[in-house]
């Protein structure tokens, strides 16, 4: 006889086990399969997705101690602090970052059992309706739900003729289990995965080589956040080349070379000890017998979903990286959650438009809502203000004084239309000006609302006097 749940969530990543969390608070009976193991000693399925396990808490981990490191020996003895010549353990600090991510995936079994969620072992797939329900085949049996929420989530993109074995080439993956720090380090693509892990591997000593397609620098940020972002990278120590074509690569037992054009059109060889291809992610729709039961797909292999995350099929739901918007863990979060509320008559809802987006670099790159070039193309009136952490005293006590805010303000209403952040502790200090805009918040508000003294966040204060025209302290 098949188990049956009124909701049957695909997935367990920051989406899928939100949402089966979420739904299961609500009084629906929720299960919640799983099936790929990661890096699990007992070669169990683990919760978490692609963020927790290989993604989002990992690199985080690693940039810490990376950042910790390149403190120790580059900017401790302006402070006073001789610590000597600092060397890097990497299988101490890889080990590090496991146990949290054990910690944490081990978390969310817990919060299951709290929530009284069931956790099936096994790839989801769909067989087809029976009545009003679904029947899924959860590995090696079938399940029944009233209601089926995919959230299956991405895989990195790989590019043709590139094998990646996370040995010498790696996709995100590999990235975070080198097991010694390269000499010489290629990463293809200068996205968010490129930057972050181009920055741990270069602060603990790697010779670091981007080589980004893409003409502009961080293109879908505010052009004075890339441009200021770009100085700052370079002056690190990352090599970043754009506008360039990929040509062949060829990987050795310890080494790979790979060709390419620049800009100019000059062609030109870069030999590395390890390769990163960071060049983006496409959805996990594989597997799931879509076709078969009518699910549908657009050409980029998304499922096509409606505002609150209903598909074609009665009582099927998709979240997170699967569908349409920013493939971000918080997004797909949010989505869970309303897909869950709605399915109990509430009103959930999600606004991209308060999505915040952060870069984990040093300094961290934080931004939410348009940018200046976005607010221009659809010709409406702004006005700006930008405050650089030069003249805080916080960030001077820090030693932190690269970057700004810049906030960007209707020009006839004051509404937030976008708060852009290059700056220490940035992701941070993203979510007053989400707070805000979540809010219909004006520059005024923000700009007459007490910020405690030091703090990073009086610069935020700071840019919205400066939409006024009425800055204090620069």
């Keep these: 006889m098949s188990k049956e749940f009124d909701v049957l969530v695909i997935g367990g990543g920051p989406g899928g086990y939100v949402a089966a969390i979420r739904a299961a608070q609500l009084g629906f009976k929720t299960a919640c399969c799983e099936s790929n193991p990661y890096a699990d000693p007992k070669g169990e399925p683990r919760l978490g997705g692609t963020c927790l396990n290989v993604g989002c808490i990992p690199s985080k981990a690693l940039l810490h101690t990376s950042h910790m490191f390149e403190e120790a020996g580059h900017t401790f003895a302006d402070q006073g602090i001789n610590?000597?010549?600092?060397?890097?353990?990497?299988?101490?600090?890889?080990?590090?970052?496991?146990?949290?991510?054990?910690?944490?995936?081990?978390?969310?079994?817990?919060?299951?059992?709290?929530?009284?969620?069931?956790?099936?072992?096994?790839?989801?797939?769909?067989?087809?309706?029976?009545?009003?329900?679904?029947?899924?085949?959860?590995?090696?049996?079938?399940?029944?739900?009233?209601?089926?929420?995919?959230?299956?989530?991405?895989?990195?993109?790989?590019?043709?003729?590139?094998?990646?074995?996370?040995?010498?080439?790696?996709?995100?993956?590999?990235?975070?289990?080198?097991?010694?720090?390269?000499?010489?380090?290629?990463?293809?693509?200068?996205?968010?995965?490129?930057?972050?892990?181009?920055?741990?591997?270069?602060?603990?000593?790697?010779?670091?080589?981007?080589?980004?397609?893409?003409?502009?620098?961080?293109?879908?940020?505010?052009?004075?956040?890339?441009?200021?972002?770009?100085?700052?990278?370079?002056?690190?120590?990352?090599?970043?080349?754009?506008?360039?074509?990929?040509?062949?690569?060829?990987?050795?037992?310890?080494n790979v070379s790979i060709s390419y054009t620049d800009k100019d059109g000059a062609e030109h060889k870069l030999d590395a000890d390890r390769l990163i291809v960071s060049v983006g992610r496409v959805p996990n729709t594989d597997g799931l017998n879509a076709e078969a039961v009518g699910l549908k797909l657009n050409e980029r292999g998304m499922i096509e979903v409606d505002d609150h995350c209903r598909t074609n099929l009665p009582g099927v739901w998709a979240v997170g990286d699967v569908v349409r918007g920013p493939m971000l863990a918080h997004k797909a979060m949010e989505e869970g959650i309303m897909v869950a509320e709605v399915m109990a008559g509430q009103a959930g809802h999600c606004d991209f438009n308060t999505v915040p987006w952060v870069i984990y670099t040093s300094p961290e790159i934080a931004w939410v809502g348009k940018t200046e070039q976005q607010l221009k193309a659809e010709g409406i009136d702004f006005r700006a203000g930008k405050i650089p952490f030069a003249f805080n005293g916080r960030a001077m006590g820090m030693a932190a004084p690269d970057g700004f805010v810049k906030m960007l303000a209707d020009a006839k209403t004051d509404r937030i239309l976008g708060v852009h952040i290059v700056g220490a502790n940035a992701s941070e200090m993203i979510a007053e000006a989400v707070v805000a805009m979540e809010f219909a918040g004006s520059s005024e508000d923000l700009a007459r609302i007490c910020h405690a003294h030091p703090t990073m966040s009086e610069v935020v204060h700071e840019a919205g006097l400066a939409v006024l025209k009425r800055p204090l302290h620069a």
């Design 83 to 254: 610590v000597g010549t600092p060397k890097i353990d990497v299988a101490k600090m890889v080990g590090r970052k496991n146990g949290i991510v054990d910690q944490l995936t081990s978390g969310i079994k817990g919060l299951f059992k709290k929530n009284k969620v069931t956790q099936l072992n096994g790839h989801g797939s769909f067989v087809g309706q029976k009545g009003d329900a679904w029947e899924v085949k959860v590995g090696d049996e079938t399940v029944v739900a009233k209601q089926v929420i995919v959230a299956t989530g991405s895989k990195a993109r790989h590019l043709p003729g590139v094998p990646v074995d996370n040995k010498i080439v790696c996709d995100n993956v590999g990235a975070l289990d080198l097991d010694a720090v390269p000499k010489k380090l290629a990463v293809i693509g200068a996205g968010v995965i490129g930057l972050e892990m181009g920055s741990v591997w270069r602060r603990l000593g790697s010779e670091v080589t981007v080589l980004e397609a893409m003409p502009d620098f961080l293109a879908a940020t505010d052009k004075d956040v890339a441009k200021e972002a770009l100085k700052i990278f370079t002056k690190q120590g990352l090599n970043i080349n754009l506008g360039v074509k990929i040509g062949e690569v060829k990987v050795g037992k310890k």
